[in-house]
């Protein structure tokens, strides 16, 4: 798979790995990359089928990306890493530390769950597929839409809501379905959590309905390391959503890693 890359490069001593949330692309952790302002390297990626990454057959198992991420540590030659996820991204950030517990420096785990998908959300799944299959991809992303941003920030911030709008409906739609499937199929990765001894910083907007607090919550618990903050006015996508909370909580923590 051809996945475009954006590698502040090795100057740094630490390296932090951006994943980004589905339907999504690697613009969304602009804003982050940014405010570290040179003192980590910085590696941003569209995920396959996403962005400018390649979207090959479309028929994706979870598992996948984490191939891809483990491989692009690997090309990238970076051994250990900060992984910031972001959904879909906490989710590939947890199994590849399940997978190669040994690369992991540090996590920041935004709005995301350890849990595999219930039964609901696998029928939601296959809702969104007909939806798109049906209507086109434009009927889906005005429900996600919905769905993904706060009511605060839907009203007062229609420029965000039309960045997202543009974001999503630019990713290729055989990348959009594929990954849609492959998120049913990941493995819940809640038994790995009280063996990962790494600094964690688990951050969940207060009004995400679709990881919400209760979900961040429960990872907090089942993690020896991990701090838990809630972003107010922020529904799924907090980084964007609320960047000032955000941020705060992020350098800090990142701050307090390379001190
Ligand atoms: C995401 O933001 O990555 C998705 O909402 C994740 C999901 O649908 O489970």
């Known amino acids: 798979m051809n996945l475009h890359i954006v590698d502040s490069g090795s100057g740094p001593a630490k390296t932090i790995v951006f994943l980004h949330g589905f339907p999504f692309n690697h613009t969304m952790w602009r804003t982050q990359a940014a405010v570290l302002n040179g003192r980590f390297r910085t590696v941003l990626y569209d995920h396959r089928g996403h962005g400018q990454s390649e979207v090959g057959s479309g028929q994706y198992l979870f598992e996948f990306f984490v191939d891809d991420l483990l491989a692009l540590l690997d090309r990238l030659q970076i051994q250990k890493t900060y992984l910031c996820g972001l959904s879909m991204g906490g989710y590939m950030a947890l199994r590849a530390a399940e997978r190669a517990m040994d690369r992991i420096e540090g996590l920041i785990l935004c709005d995301t769950r350890c849990e595999a998908d219930s039964n609901e959300a696998k029928l939601k799944r296959a809702k969104a597929v007909r939806t798109i299959e049906e209507k086109g991809v434009s009927a889906f992303c005005e429900d996600f839409l919905k769905a993904c941003f706060s009511s605060y920030t839907y009203r007062e911030n229609p420029a965000l809501v039309a960045d997202v709008r543009e974001m999503i409906m630019s990713t290729p739609v055989p990348g959009i379905i594929g990954t849609s499937i492959a ?77």
């Open 183 to 259: 998120l049913a199929t990941r493995t819940d990765t809640s038994a790995i959590l009280p063996k990962l001894k790494v600094p964690t910083l688990i951050l969940v907007g207060e009004d995400d309905s679709i990881t919400p607090p209760e979900a961040a919550k429960t990872m907090q618990t089942l993690l020896p390391r991990a701090e838990l903050h809630t972003i107010p006015h922020a529904g799924h996508l907090s980084n964007l959503e609320n960047p000032d909370a955000f941020n705060k909580y992020f350098v800090d923590f990142l701050r307090r890693q390379s001190a």
